[in-house]
């Protein structure tokens, strides 16, 4: 039997919303694309949406609906199923743009990097909002235009936890229509396992340099950062969740050295086999000049390590390092890999 086809609005047409609603529309899914740029939405109503290939071929579907936010219709139906896909920090901006518009029984997915929805349920209402975790390497490329980047993660659920209902379980089941998403109970433990997984990518950010090499030649450091996430979550009693080739428990302090290795070397055989060789926020800093994204609220991170006496310093300076690098005051750089070695070795003799 096949799934039914349903409309769906996406609120940001960019890197993620644009890979996801491209699947969808090409399956026969009604989408209306709104986004803030216009010459990407006047490329996408003129030649319609595309996902480029590394080959540099193109797959191109057509939406049904493309708009700037001021453009869109005041005379149409009301929303059933609203997709926010914008960075973290234009959510709040997406969401109360969604919030008058959206049906009494419609809902919003966040699909999006970070902790985003008790922001869009502060404007919808808790009991509107389905959350999603995302790990697609895409990149916006140029108007009308997104990249394919190698199939990633996608797992479906409810904000809080706990068993899918029937609308988590049919946007999963829509959703597949662009690769192998799950539903699941425990949207939290993929998010937070990515904390670890996003700290390793954002290693391979300091340097200009392919990932899968930075992490192979840096496994001390990978498998640091990493650990520091995985135990504030073990500390915690968060249960952390595998995707794609990130195993968040081979991190833990005392998981035996083999297992650590064979992970990493899982990791890396899987990034090098990724058409996208550079971070999503190497890209933003280095390509589309602009600094990466900013999460809206605090997760709770730093005060859980906090409550359970765990030093995440390392953590801190890497990601302090990807602040200054993002605004210009440094430049990308294989010294900032010795410099969190240095940091690394002087925590150890400690």
């Known amino acids: 039997m096949s799934t039914p086809l349903r409309s769906y ?3 940001g047409a960019g890197a993620i919303g644009g890979t996801v609603a491209h699947a969808l529309a090409k399956a026969g899914h009604e989408i209306t694309l709104v986004d803030t740029d216009a010459s990407h939405v006047e490329a996408i109503r003129t030649d319609g949406l595309r996902i480029r290939a590394v080959d540099g071929t193109d797959d191109v579907v057509r939406v049904a609906h493309a708009y700037t936010p001021e453009e869109y219709p005041t005379d149409v139906a009301a929303i059933d199923r609203a997709v926010i896909s914008t960075k973290s920090q234009h959510t709040r901006d997406a969401a109360q743009w ?3 518009r959206l049906a009494e029984s419609g809902y919003v997915v966040s699909l999006q990097n970070g902790h985003n929805e008790p922001v869009i349920a502060a404007e919808v209402g808790s009991d509107r909002v389905v959350g999603a975790f995302v790990n697609i390497f895409t990149d916006y490329l140029e108007p009308g235009v997104v990249s394919f980047g190698g199939a990633g993660a996608l797992a479906v659920g409810l904000p809080d936890g706990g068993a899918p209902d029937a609308r988590a379980l ?3 089941a829509d959703f597949r229509r662009y690769g192998d998403v799950v539903s699941t109970a425990n949207v939290g433990g993929y998010r937070f396992a990515k904390r670890g997984f996003g700290g390793i990518l954002g290693l391979t950010t300091l340097v200009d340099a392919p990932m899968a090499e930075i992490v192979d030649a840096n496994r001390d450091l990978a498998a640091a950062v990493a650990v520091e996430s995985t135990e504030v979550a073990i500390r915690a009693g968060i249960t952390l969740e595998s ?5 968040p428990y081979a991190f833990r302090a005392d998981a035996p050295a083999d297992v650590r290795d064979a992970a990493l070397d899982r990791l ?3 990034l090098a086999g990724q058409p996208k060789d550079r971070s999503g926020v190497f890209r933003d800093i280095a390509v ?8 809206l609220l605090d997760d709770g991170y730093a005060a859980l390590a906090d409550q359970h006496g765990l030093d995440t310093s390392f953590t ?5 390092l990807l602040g200054r690098i993002s605004v210009g005051e440094l430049d990308f750089s294989p010294t900032h890999l010795d410099s969190l070695r240095s940091l690394l070795n002087t925590k150890r003799e400690n």
Not at 288 to 295: D, F, N
């Open 243 to 247: 995707f794609d080739a990130y195993e």
């Open 170 to 172: 049919e946007v999963a």
């Open 268 to 270: 890396v055989t899987w």
């Open 98 to 100: 969604v919030a008058p």
């Open 316 to 320: 801190a300076e890497l990601f302090a």
């Open 288 to 295: 589309r000049k602009r600094p990466t994204e900013r999460g």
């Open 9 to 11: 609005t996406f609120v």
